[in-house]
């Protein structure tokens, strides 16, 4: 009984150290999470043909390895794949809440991706390939990949943030239009540039096992362990250094606050403005080098990727804070590795589906007046609290 | 008409829990013009919003004609015959007088819009009133003062009867005030009921017929003008008589710290705004520089905070001459500035007290070790300078948006005058706040002046001005018109007749501000 | 060098083809209806960047409806038509519900509606079909092209503006009604005034909210149309990369036209040019990648020579007012 209390005591503690707005928003935060789910749930009752074992999938998949009736390695299969599709967000993530907290909206992520796993593709080529090439380090042909394709996503970024400083042209249409070039720049260098590779059916040349195993430790046969995952983490836990503990994230902060101030302040807001954009595409570019090197032991990029847009889901789920951007990532990736492990069983729906659901929390998350009376409730009752306490310690100091 | 518009204990709370409005009554005659005075946030303008709809009174009764109404939109205070010319026009600038004044009553052809109708609408409406506007031309192409009849005509197209005029001649040149004045003179001779909403109490005084003080969100009282004297409202408005006789001491002025050589300031598109303009600033004084808005001034300290670039001359700030340097630079030289419009560059209302108070100093080693920031050096002085410039807050971690505007003020002033400084530029540093917060503000500058700092100051407030400068500079025409010296001498018909270039200086006497 | 001749060389093979020329008005016509779509938006100060998931949701309900009712034979592509413009609407009003009544900052409202759209078309398409990729397994047909009387015979001419399909007609038709509507109708007056001014227009009791949400159903109608272009004119199926940024390319169209029809349509004519060039790669030896990125980049160099072109515009306007402003009060004194 005393121990319940305590609990709750702690609890209330906890929460009586934050003020409203943290509280609400933690508040709304579930609320729109358990309307993401409820919506996913009732999606699969409809769609499903045999709903039990979908929703059992997608609830349960990725944390298999835990039920003893699941053979090991295909329970490792599943962590597996939520491991692996939370890796991108933790970058995208990151990278869109700079972005955003500079109040700047370029959406070339998408681009800076692409670039970034061309150009990490092609320099593993070059340093490490299997045809003609001398065999480098293969530990040093992945940094500099890793460096290359950062300097690759900056550009990209960069071009949007050059074009608007030097002659006002929207961020959002020149970012999305680069999207595209940036597309099909790098189907171009992978089917009309000695990039190709000739011999085989696979795009471009194949980088050696060495450079694979730098990046990939194979658990088993079925469990991979990534070196992206743990650059992952800690391009969050910079970002959100960054942005939170250093002066010049205090800057951008300004920035994004309120851009006239910060000039007033002494902030150079030009250079600070595009100093956030390269961030964030030298981001997006070691995430497109990270997925390739991750993934695949040759440049394979046909298709844009649609991480660029995750990361905008991203920064919204995390408040543009990259130090929430963790814990929403193992949520998304969560959810999506249930939904492609249900999406594999016969008759079971397709993973399309979480796009739904993450859209749909999106609009809960940001929608102002969803919960407004509740919100008011509770200002009103701290308002309550605190002018009770003001009585109180004003008649102490009256005694 | 005794009681053509009664509005009955009204009350007013925000969403924030400001409490705006606490049981308000005020009523109207037919054909009155009615000053409603009272300080910043004593609830005139929501008292105001409310009766045109804007936001709904949480208690009481709007009445007009004897019949009482809910106003729930805008729509239903035009129909009830109110109009109302807020202290921003209302005005799209890309349409035309035709269309803007038309707006929302368009005469049509079918779905069309009918242009020829809305032109005749429009100058019908001006001929009757006694404006001249061109219904054709385009907003943007307008100055302040056409755009300000603009406002009123679009009220009197629509059939209003009683206007509500918030603060509009805030904005207007004096000629153009006295303008304004004859107009609405006489529609309220044609049976308009006007609504005058001022801080200006000689303007009241001037113009009203009865006056109607609001202090703290509820009613003082109500007054025929003839009964009352400026002081009197004055004295109902804050409680106490004003006192702008602030104690200090006579300047001791050192060496020079703004030098400022025949200043030219080109705006954007290539108009001369500021000409040839000399003049420096010593340690230790305050130098003052009076002007109707729009003669040079604005340009004139931009350049000087760097704000913006100037073409020709020189600013030199302690020796170094400022033309190529940063904002940034020009801080680190000893420049601090109290901006004029705080809320768009004093402060960032979504960032805490502390992330405002350190925003400039960020840079700064105590700050900051190269790369993390200090947080515990930066609570520890944020807590301090909230204390020693009493905002009134819960804690440092509040957000300036939360606070009044004479807090927001105290906030901006203690970030700027705890920063390293030489010189220090106040512009229009107590408009719209308080009369306790400005009381500080200008104690705090005197204070600064003894510490022998230089001071700038600019201020549209002539009392302040005269009170706390120690020499003056009067601006006409982007040039200096005018230096005086001592300020003790001047009196404030004779600065008037510079300000509105009635009368010159000499050459001579005007480069008695360089000091040299 | 040699890579100059070939592009000389493939322009001088290229324009020669009637064909060439049917194909701009072609592949402009479905940017051209969602650029509309964000124009009317624009112009009430709303960016509709759902416009790309609400052409991906009405373009497959176009062939749903459309096989449904038993394809071409029984007019199902009309009725699919019909069907997705309501649904177009629908989703405007709901952009204009999350943006306004719950207040969401509308792009990110727009990029919700994006990842909502593709994500329900795709569900859809797989439970009503089975398929995931494209509706293939259904026969519902393309609207009829229309041949002009008159017009067909004309030698070339014929060729190029005879033949289209009903609704690329209807797209260069609406150029003028948009154009029409937004600068001479009360409606269009309300809704410039609010893009404008929100607060003006509240102040003489035209309700704002009203004025956007109506126009966010036009630009829904608009796109459902252009949605309908896409699987029923443009092709005779639905797939799920079928839209394929077009609304996208859209809102950049619109974004150099600065919501104005007449020079949006001007922007989607040049992308058309591109575009169908690009579609001709077979007669050139370039790579038909770096040709599909050009009408992106062409798209991009207009956005930055439109901005060019709008800040000495604007600067020639202040500087008009300032010598107004001159002659109104005169020099200042001396």
């Not at chain 1, 890793?146 to 608007?164: K, S, W």
């Not at chain 1, 999406?343 to 796009?355: D, M, R, S, V, Y």
């Not at chain 3, 309908?228 to 809102?251: D, P, Q």
Request: hydrophobic residues 45%; glycine residues 10%.
């Amino acid at each position: 009984m005393s121990e319940k209390k305590q609990t709750q005591g702690a609890i209330a503690k906890l929460f009586g150290g934050m003020d409203v707005e943290s509280r609400f928003g933690l508040m709304r935060m579930a609320v729109a999470i358990a309307i993401g789910l409820g919506t996913a749930v009732i999606l699969i009752l409809v769609c499903a043909k045999n709903p039990a074992e979908s929703l059992k999938f997608f609830f349960l998949g990725p944390l298999q390895i835990f039920n003893p009736n699941v053979p090991k390695g295909i329970g490792w299969n599943y962590f597996d794949q939520w491991i692996q599709s939370m890796i991108p967000l933790l970058f995208t993530g990151t990278a869109v809440a700079i972005m955003f907290s500079a109040n700047k909206f370029n959406l070339g992520l998408e681009g800076a991706i692409m670039c970034g796993g061309l150009a990490c593709g092609w320099v593993c080529c070059l340093l490490d390939g299997d045809i003609q090439a001398p065999n480098a380090n293969p530990f040093l042909c992945a940094v500099i990949g890793l460096l290359v394709a950062m300097a690759a996503g900056a550009l990209v970024t960069l071009i949007p943030a050059l074009l608007e400083k030097k002659w006002g042209a929207s961020i959002m249409v020149t970012s999305l239009m680069l999207n595209y070039i940036s597309l099909y720049i790098s189907r171009y260098c992978l089917f009309s540039t000695t990039l190709r590779d000739t011999r085989t059916s696979k795009y471009s040349w194949q980088w050696t096992e060495d450079v694979v195993l730098t990046f990939r430790k194979f658990m088993g046969t079925r469990f991979t362990l990534r070196l992206g995952l743990f650059i992952g983490i800690a391009v969050v836990i910079i970002g959100w250094a960054f942005l939170f503990k250093t002066k010049w994230g205090f800057k951008i902060r300004q920035l994004g606050q309120n851009p006239s101030f910060a000039k007033y302040v002494g902030v150079g807001i030009v250079s600070a403005g595009i100093l956030v954009q390269v961030i964030g595409g030298a981001i997006g570019g070691l995430c497109g080098a990270t997925v390739i090197l991750g993934n695949y032991n040759y440049y394979y990029g046909v298709d844009l990727t649609g991480y660029g847009w995750d990361g905008v889901t991203m920064a919204i789920f995390a408040g543009n804070n990259p130090k929430r951007v963790l814990p929403a990532a193992l949520f998304i990736a969560y959810i999506r590795a249930g939904a492609s492990i249900m999406a594999t069983q016969p008759g079971g729906p397709i993973n399309e589906l979480t796009k739904i659901v993450e859209g749909v929390i999106v609009l809960f998350l940001l929608a102002e007046k969803f919960l407004a009376k509740t919100h008011r409730k509770m200002i009103v009752e701290e308002a309550k609290r605190k002018q009770a306490l003001k009585a109180v310690t004003g008649e102490e100091v009256a005694k | 008409m005794e009681n053509y518009l009664v509005m009955e204990d009204v009350t007013k709370i925000y969403n924030n829990g400001i409490i705006a409005n606490d049981k308000v009554n005020f009523s109207a005659r037919k054909g009155e013009i009615h000053a409603i005075c009272g300080e910043n946030g004593a609830g005139k303008t929501t008292l105001m919003k409310m009766l045109f709809g804007i936001e709904q009174p949480d208690e009481g009764k709007i009445i007009i004609k004897g019949k009482e109404m809910r106003l729930n939109s805008p729509t239903d205070a035009i129909k009830a015959g109110i109009g109302m010319v807020h202290q921003h026009f209302m005005q799209v600038p890309t349409l035309t007088v035709a269309e803007n004044v038309t707006l929302g009553i368009e005469p049509t052809n079918g779905v069309v819009f009918d242009m020829e109708k809305a032109i005749k609408m429009t100058s019908e409406c001006c001929e009757k009133y006694g404006f001249e506007i061109n219904p054709k031309a385009h907003i943007q192409d307008l100055s302040v003062g056409v755009k300000q009849k603009v406002e009123i005509v679009k009220a009197l197209v629509k059939g209003c009867e009683i206007l509500i005029l918030d603060e509009p001649t805030a904005v207007l040149t004096p000629q153009e005030t006295k303008e304004l004045f004859v107009q609405l003179k006489n529609l309220r001779d044609s049976g308009c009921t006007i609504i005058f909403i001022s801080h200006k109490l000689n303007e009241v005084k001037e113009l009203c017929d009865r006056v109607t003080v609001i202090k703290k969100g509820k009613t003082i009282g109500v007054w025929n003008i003839k009964d009352v004297t400026e002081a009197d409202i004055s004295r109902y408005m804050v409680g106490v008589d004003v006192d702008l006789d602030i104690p200090k001491k006579p300047a001791e002025p050192k060496e020079n710290v703004l030098v400022v050589k025949d200043l030219t300031v080109y705006n954007e598109a290539g108009k001369k705004k500021v000409d040839g303009v000399s003049f420096s600033v010593r340690k230790g004084e305050i130098v003052g520089i009076a002007g109707v808005e729009g003669n040079g001034q604005r340009e004139m300290i931009d350049a000087i905070t760097g704000l913006s670039k100037y073409s020709y001359g020189s600013i030199t700030l302690m020796g170094k001459e400022v033309k190529d340097m940063d904002i940034r630079g020009l801080r680190t030289n000893g420049l601090v500035h109290i901006p004029e419009d705080r809320n768009l560059y004093g402060c960032a209302r979504s960032m805490s007290i502390r992330d405002n108070m350190i925003a400039d100093k960020i840079t700064d080693p105590k700050y900051n070790n190269g790369i993390f920031i200090n947080e515990k050096a930066i609570k520890d002085d944020t807590d301090k300078w909230v204390d020693e410039f009493g905002v009134l807050c819960d804690d440092g971690d509040q957000l300036v948006g939360m606070l009044s505007g004479g807090n927001v003020q105290k906030v901006v002033v203690a970030r700027e005058f705890t920063s390293y400084s030489e010189l220090v530029v106040c512009d229009q540093p107590t408009r719209g706040i308080d009369v306790g917060a400005a009381e500080f503000v200008r104690e705090r500058m005197v204070h600064m002046r003894d510490q022998g700092k230089a001071i700038l100051l600019i201020s549209a407030d002539l009392a302040e001005i005269m009170s706390l400068s120690d020499s003056l500079i009067v601006m006409h025409g982007g040039k200096i018109n005018a230096f005086f010296p001592d300020v003790k001498t001047l009196t404030e018909e004779d600065l008037g007749f510079y300000m509105l270039g009635v009368k010159h200086m000499s050459e001579e006497e005007i480069r008695g501000a360089l000091h040299e | 060098m040699g890579v100059i001749t070939e592009i000389f060389n493939t322009i001088s093979r290229v324009v020669v083809l009637p064909s060439f020329y049917y194909m701009i008005f072609q592949s402009a016509a479905p940017i051209l209806l969602a650029a509309l779509a964000v124009a009317v938006a624009i112009k009430a100060n709303a960016i509709n960047m759902g416009i790309e998931g609400i052409m991906t949701v009405t373009s497959l309900v176009c062939v749903l409806v459309s096989s449904a009712v038993g394809g071409q034979p029984a007019g199902g592509p009309w009725l699919g038509l019909v069907v997705a413009i309501i649904v177009g609407g629908l989703l405007g009003f709901a952009v204009s519900v999350f943006a306004f009544r719950l207040k969401i900052d509308i792009i990110l409202v727009g990029i919700a509606m994006n990842l909502i759209g593709t994500g329900a078309s795709v569900l859809l398409m797989y439970v009503l079909t089975g398929d995931r990729t494209t509706t293939t397994s259904l026969s519902s047909g393309t609207l009829p092209q229309l041949a002009i009387p008159l017009l067909k015979d004309i030698p070339f001419l014929g060729e190029v503006l005879s033949g289209h399909y009903v609704l690329t007609y209807l797209a260069y038709i609406l150029v003028f009604v948009m154009s029409f509507f937004l600068f001479k109708t009360k409606l269009g007056l309300r809704i410039r005034a609010v893009g404008e001014n929100e607060e003006a227009a509240e102040s003489v009791g035209i309700s704002s909210l009203r004025i956007k949400t109506i126009a966010l159903i036009i630009s829904g109608v608009l796109g459902g149309i252009a949605g309908a272009f896409m699987s029923e004119c443009y092709l005779a199926y639905f797939s799920s990369g079928l839209i394929a940024g077009r609304g996208f390319v859209g809102l950049a169209a619109c974004n150099m036209g600065s919501g104005n029809p007449g020079i949006i349509c001007l922007c989607c004519l040049a992308f058309g040019i591109f575009y169908a060039f690009s579609n001709f790669s077979t007669l050139s030896n370039l790579s038909i990648y770096a040709l599909n990125a050009l009408p992106y980049a062409v798209v991009l160099v207009g956005v930055v020579i439109y901005s060019v072109y709008m800040r000495k515009k604007e600067l020639k306007r202040l500087q008009g007012l300032e010598s107004e402003e001159n002659l109104e009060h005169g020099q200042p004194a001396k």
